[in-house]
């Protein structure tokens, strides 16, 4: 079916009352600037989930990156985002505005020239992210161990997605199907979903980026509606097992383990640490679970997990704004509250 028919179609659907929800950044931000909400039909609702790396990562992460930051002849380095997340009281930018040393870069490689130039410094690289990002945090390793570079630390907060996802399942919440994230994908494969599809006798359609690909992605799921099926869409970047090049890298330098999300709480087997002979590149990254509000109004958790919208949470737009983020829904490029601000996005 072509586009036209595919979009009429949406549009004119009548069947059921369904709820689709993707799971990454990138996705949302997409199904919100392409307007796609207002293209389906009442009766089709979209909803985010955990996709989105820098706000799933709880505030004692963030309490450890501003309390590194302060420490003498130590730098904290991190992606411009990070910057404004908010912790339990403090974000790096207040740190910083504190006189803490707190770097921002585009390229976690840019972090060993810095180190190079400042070898009295300890430099912490604030490690947050998917399957996506993993694999070059784990070439980023190799090379500091291949160069001899010992001042090089990782706050690391990463996770992997099928255990939240089966969190997400589990919780009785109404899901009649997963948009897949199409960048973690490109690593995992599209076949890691289908335990959870077949378990669950729910579709995962893996879908790119563009409109159109996520108008024909929808359309998939009302089809597949009730079965456990894996559908890739994307089949131009990701192949059913993976790229295993990534994986084994990976596998190199890191182990599964626990880990913390917010809106989730702690799950199981749903994080990356560290192996044991690697510790010492490790800047204290196990235990870290706790999760506060700074503001007590933010009901980030709730949106992260679909359970609320943005436009639901009191502060959204008023006391919340991407110029004054009471959470890090509203301070990420991928967070579902920062793209219905943006774009004006009612449902």
């Known amino acids: 079916m072509d586009i036209k028919n595919i979009t009429k179609y949406l549009s004119e659907y009548n069947g059921d009352n369904i709820t689709f929800m993707e799971v990454c950044g990138t996705h949302t931000a997409a199904i919100s600037e392409n307007g796609i909400p207002s293209i389906l039909s009442s009766k089709i609702k979209l909803i985010s989930g955990p996709g989105c790396p820098v706000c799933v990562t709880v505030a004692s992460y963030i309490d450890k990156l501003c309390e590194l930051s302060l420490q003498p002849d130590t730098c904290v380095v991190t992606f411009g985002d990070m910057i404004r997340v908010p912790g339990t009281e403090l974000a790096l930018q207040d740190?910083?505005?504190?006189?803490?040393?707190v770097r921002m870069v585009y390229s976690p490689f840019e972090i060993i020239d810095i180190a190079k130039k400042e070898e009295e410094k300890t430099f912490i690289f604030a490690a947050v992210g998917f399957e996506t990002t993993t694999p070059i945090y784990a070439v980023l390793l190799e090379k500091i161990?291949?160069?001899?570079?010992?001042?090089?630390?990782?706050?690391?907060?990463?996770?992997?997605?099928?255990?939240?996802i089966e969190t997400l399942c589990e919780s009785g919440e109404k899901i009649d199907g997963f948009i897949a994230p199409g960048h973690v994908s490109v690593i995992t494969g599209a076949y890691i979903f289908k335990p959870l599809a077949e378990k669950y006798r729910l579709p995962f359609v893996v879908s790119g980026f563009r409109g159109e690909e996520l108008l024909a992605s929808i359309y998939a799921l009302t089809k597949l509606k009730g079965k456990g099926q894996v559908l890739n869409l994307y089949k131009s970047a990701v192949t059913d097992s993976g790229n295993k090049t990534a994986k084994k890298t990976v596998n190199k330098y890191f182990e599964v383990c626990g880990a913390a999300w917010r809106g989730l709480g702690y799950i199981n087997n749903s994080g990356m640490a560290l192996k044991k002979e690697y510790e010492k590149?490790?800047?204290g990254s196990r235990n870290l679970t706790e999760d506060r509000a700074k503001n007590k109004g933010c009901i980030c958790g709730k949106v992260i997990t679909g359970l609320k919208s943005p436009n639901e949470c009191r502060l959204f737009g008023k006391i919340c704004t991407p110029e004054n983020p009471q959470g890090a829904c509203m301070v990420s490029n991928e967070g579902s509250c920062f793209h219905y601000y943006i774009n004006n996005r009612k449902s």
Not at 95 to 101: A, N, P, R, Y
Not at 145 to 164: Q, R
């Open 95 to 101: 740190t910083k505005s504190m006189g803490g040393d």
């Open 145 to 164: 161990i291949s160069e001899k570079i010992g001042n090089i630390k990782f706050l690391t907060a990463l996770k992997t997605m099928p255990a939240a």
């Open 281 to 283: 590149y490790d800047a």
